[in-house]
């Protein structure tokens, strides 16, 4: 069975300091893989996301980056943190094409920048 | 650009009352359209979807939705709430057959005994 996981958990980080969150995906072959941020009366807000290797697509202009450097690993990246970036990080993976697919979501990372 | 609008943002019924949560999305063209729970604890999971075929549509629970085309509407409904049912709820929205899911603002819902 498919399996995802995320790490870590919770992240308490001083502002300017790096930032990296990983999401890996057992039990598939070529996922799409997603990073969403939730906040609380905000929703989910799409903040990347890709279709394969190397493949990355951006929503939203921010500080944060992402990268896949395998298939089935999906990286969420910040050279240097802002206050704003704490939130709940949700990655979630999907397969297939056409939209008509439904995400499966990790457990979040909560980060916290102070 | 894809948007979804949920207007209820907190919701409070006692168990047994029956529940309506509006969605409204805006795009003209093809939809897939997706409700998600978020149960206090655990992770976000399907309720429900709808990909074509029958507009009306039912999940697990005993919630249905109904996707009403000329209104841009997917609302979610279930006759009579339970305690169990209280959650955050999400609608979300593909189009034109890409993968990006858009999502709404989220409703809290609270069901007292």
């Known amino acids: 069975s498919q399996t995802i996981h995320q790490w870590p958990a919770t992240l308490v980080q001083p502002v300017g300091s790096p930032l990296s969150l990983e999401c890996t995906v057992e039990?598939?072959?070529?996922?799409?893989l997603y990073w969403y941020r939730q906040a609380a009366g905000r929703g989910l807000q799409l903040l990347f996301y890709?279709?394969?290797?190397?493949?990355i697509s951006s929503e939203v202009p921010q500080n944060l980056s992402a990268s896949r450097p395998q298939d089935r690993q999906f990286i969420l990246s910040s050279k240097k943190l802002l206050l704003s970036d704490s939130g709940f990080y949700l990655c979630?993976?999907?397969?297939?094409?056409?939209?008509?697919?439904?995400?499966?979501f990790g457990a979040g990372s909560r980060l916290t920048v102070l | 650009a894809q948007s979804v609008s949920q207007h209820n943002h907190h919701v409070i019924l006692s168990e047994a009352a029956s529940l309506e949560l509006g969605c409204n999305y805006s795009?003209?063209?093809?939809?897939?359209l997706f409700w998600y729970v978020q149960y206090p604890g655990q992770h976000l999971q399907l309720l429900l979807k709808?990909?074509?075929?029958?507009?009306l549509v039912k999940g697990i629970k005993g919630f249905e939705a109904e996707f009403i085309k000329s209104k841009f509407s997917f609302n979610l409904r279930k006759p009579s709430v339970q305690w169990s049912d209280t959650a955050e709820y999400f609608c979300?929205?593909?189009?034109?057959?890409?993968?990006?899911?858009?999502f709404g603002t989220g409703t809290q819902l609270k069901v007292e005994l």
């Open positions: 979630a993976w999907s397969v297939g094409q056409g939209g008509a697919n439904v995400l499966t």
């Open positions: 890709s279709v394969g290797i190397g493949q």
């Open positions: 979300a929205v593909t189009t034109g057959g890409g993968n990006k899911l858009t």
């Open positions: 795009y003209g063209g093809t939809v897939n």
């Open positions: 709808y990909f074509s075929g029958d507009p």
């Open positions: 039990g598939t072959s070529n996922p799409n």
